[in-house]
């Protein structure tokens, strides 16, 4: 009788203890190891214009994993159709593709590259092609990044390539070699035209007609983009064209050349109607905000020029990068500027509400 009263007696004082909270349910005991903390999200964003230009901040600045710059190396940079994805390309790395939103890693693609320094969107968004000193063109599913297949074959590595609206072409330029035009279903080059200069950019105008090119010799031209053919060169630039980008209704072609300057032609008849003088070393990369009020641009000086293309003014000197700044690139709704540079870092410019 005294053990039953006994065990009764530690059976009460056992759930006594479990209802003073002293004895827990082992499912609510904390965990030893600490949770990653949650990504730090963009705040909302006003679209950049030419009244609150002034107030453009840096949002973010994402590291390029495993970045290794080589003595020669180019840069890219992307946004998804969407908006959602960010791509950076810049020499020898993983090329990781961000969720713009949270700044965290959805894919890092190739695992043991040689310097990828080309990458672009399709604009269904299903394709994202990269191509480098491999001087191949390799297709990724945006969505999973796995890889779809490898195409092309440049003399040369693949410096810059882009997209026709339809998704159906894909034009590239060959550092020391040609542009050249792709079937992307059938994987065969359309045309390749070569002056002999080798190329450090190209931009398909948003009808797929014409092709835009700047050369490492101090041109920039135009061409057919169903032939390949040559229609014009273009008035302006005496050094390095470092980019080449049509504006999003195709009105105006941009430049960004070695003697520091931007250039600006009507397409109408490829008149030059600007040159923005305002950097301090060469002018790499060039890029319109949607409504074509702006012009962003990246510089040797490692700034981000923010423009007035009507009133042919610097309107803002972007500075934090500690390197050469290679690409700019507006995103789709014109909220956010993103910039790639040597100091493998993308940097984002905004202005939150």
């Given at each position: 009788?005294?053990?039953?009263?006994?065990?009764?007696?530690?059976?009460?004082?056992?759930?006594?203890?479990?209802?003073?909270?002293?004895?827990?349910?082992?499912?609510?005991?904390?965990?030893?190891?600490?949770?990653?903390?949650?990504?730090?999200?963009?705040?909302a964003?006003?679209?950049?214009?030419?009244?609150?230009a002034?107030?453009?901040?840096?949002?973010?600045?994402?590291?390029?994993?495993?970045y290794?710059?080589?003595?020669?190396?180019?840069?890219?940079?992307?946004?998804s159709?969407?908006?959602?994805?960010?791509?950076?390309?810049?020499?020898?790395?993983?090329?990781?593709?961000?969720?713009?939103?949270?700044?965290?890693?959805?894919?890092?693609?190739y695992?043991t590259?040689?310097?990828?320094?080309?990458?672009?969107?399709?604009?269904?968004?299903?394709?994202?092609?990269?191509?480098?000193?491999?001087?191949?063109?390799?297709?990724?599913?945006s969505?999973?990044?796995?890889?779809?297949?490898?195409?092309?074959?440049?003399?040369?590595?693949?410096?810059?390539?882009?997209?026709?609206?339809?998704?159906?072409?894909?034009?590239?330029?060959?550092?020391?070699?040609?542009?050249?035009?792709w079937d992307?279903?059938r994987?065969?080059?359309?045309?390749?035209?070569?002056?002999?200069?080798?190329?450090?950019?190209?931009?398909?105008?948003?009808?797929?007609?014409?092709?835009a090119?700047?050369?490492?010799?101090?041109?920039?031209?135009?061409?057919?983009?169903?032939?390949?053919?040559?229609?014009?060169k273009?008035?302006g630039p005496g050094?390095?064209?470092?980019?080449?980008?049509?504006?999003?209704?195709?009105?105006?072609?941009a430049?960004?050349?070695?003697?520091?300057?931007?250039?600006?032609?009507?397409?109408?008849?490829?008149?030059?109607v600007a040159?923005?003088?305002?950097?301090?070393?060469?002018v790499?990369?060039?890029?319109?905000?949607?409504?074509e009020?702006?012009?962003?641009?990246?510089s040797?000086?490692?700034t981000?020029?923010?423009?007035?293309?009507?009133?042919?003014?610097?309107?803002?000197?972007?500075d934090?990068?500690?390197?050469v700044?290679?690409?700019?690139?507006?995103?789709?709704?014109?909220?956010?500027?993103?910039?790639?540079?040597?100091?493998?870092?993308?940097?984002l410019?905004?202005?939150?509400?």
């Open positions: 009788m005294k053990k039953r009263i006994s065990l009764l007696f530690a059976i009460i004082l056992f759930s006594g203890c479990i209802r003073q909270g002293s004895v827990s349910n082992p499912a609510e005991v904390p965990q030893t190891t600490s949770s990653p903390p949650p990504p730090e999200m963009l705040p964003l006003q679209p950049i214009t030419l009244e609150n002034g107030k453009i901040q840096l949002l973010r600045t994402m590291k390029i994993p495993d290794s710059q080589g003595e020669i190396s180019q840069c890219s940079i992307a946004f159709p969407d908006g959602h994805l960010l791509v950076g390309a810049c020499g020898k790395n993983k090329v990781p593709v961000w969720e713009v939103k949270s700044g965290l890693i959805r894919h890092l693609l695992e590259p040689q310097h990828i320094v080309a990458c672009d969107f399709s604009p269904d968004d299903v394709i994202l092609a990269c191509g480098g000193f491999d001087r191949t063109i390799t297709f990724w599913n969505k999973t990044g796995e890889k779809i297949s490898d195409f092309g074959s440049h003399v040369s590595p693949v410096w810059e390539l882009d997209f026709n609206p339809d998704g159906k072409r894909v034009v590239s330029c060959g550092l020391s070699d040609d542009v050249r035009l992307v279903a994987s065969e080059t359309m045309w390749s035209y070569t002056g002999g200069q080798g190329y450090l950019s190209v931009s398909l105008h948003p009808s797929g007609n014409t092709v090119y700047g050369s490492r010799w101090g041109n920039a031209g135009v061409l057919d983009a169903m032939t390949g053919k040559s229609i014009l273009l008035d050094n390095p064209v470092g980019d080449v980008s049509f504006s999003p209704s195709g009105k105006m072609l430049a960004g050349t070695d003697d520091n300057r931007i250039y600006l032609w009507n397409t109408n008849d490829y008149q030059l040159t923005l003088v305002g950097h301090r070393h060469y790499n990369g060039v890029s319109f905000s949607p409504d009020t702006l012009l962003a641009s990246g040797h000086d490692r981000v020029g923010i423009w007035d293309i009507v009133g042919g003014r610097l309107l803002r000197t972007l934090g990068h500690t390197d700044v290679l690409r700019v690139i507006f995103n789709p709704d014109g909220t956010l500027v993103a910039s790639i540079s040597w100091d493998g870092t993308v940097r410019w905004g202005v939150p509400r």
